[in-house]
């Protein structure tokens, strides 16, 4: 019996692998005929964002300037988010390569850090079902999980209007929930989303714009959104 369930799991793995095999090269043809219809150098990024793909990016740029930087580079991204230093990172690599355009498509979804890479091009091309995502950053605790960093200061607003209305019960409970490390956190990674952004739209998409429409995008998509999962369609 053994036998028979160690050779039907080799089965599974060598079809899995086919399946694999087979679905890559319907990609690869799709994206060498997006190429062709685009006029363009196209890559794909179906990945969360970290430090991985920052290498991958690396190596990408390291390739196409030794075949010839293109033109235009077209980079379709379908990612969750992730980190949004790495997300910098590859946005600064990616715009080195193409001499013209740099375009970020998004088929599905691009939230959180991947909507930073995509503010990083000179035009975010969406489908009907596409999103994007606020870039309110995400607060590393001890107990590894993480918190918004709108979460707290929704809390801290809360916080103040119940000592306005002089609920000091309810207003120390809130006290006892709210970290001071969470505190002392959430302006300097709020900054850090505002700064990356506002560098990011100022090199392609906003580069001939006055500085009050970047600071107004900036705000909306750092603390402009309920939540962090919010729709931007």
Known sequence: MKIIKYQSDIISIMVLQLIRAQIQQEVEKYRLDLEKLRGSKVLLLYADIDRAIVDWANQVATTLNKEGRPEKLDVIIHSGGGDIDAAYHIFKILNEVPTKELNFVVPRFAKSAATLLACGGNQIIMSDMAELGPLDPQIKRDDGSSISALSVKAALNLLKDEFKKE????????????????????????????????EVLKKRMLCKKKGRKVNSIVESLTVGYTHHSYLID
């Open 167 to 198: 609920n000091v019960e309810t207003a120390t409970i809130l006290t006892h929930k709210l970290d001071a490390l969470d505190l002392g956190e959430i302006e300097r990674t709020l900054g850090i989303s505002r700064k990356y952004l506002d």
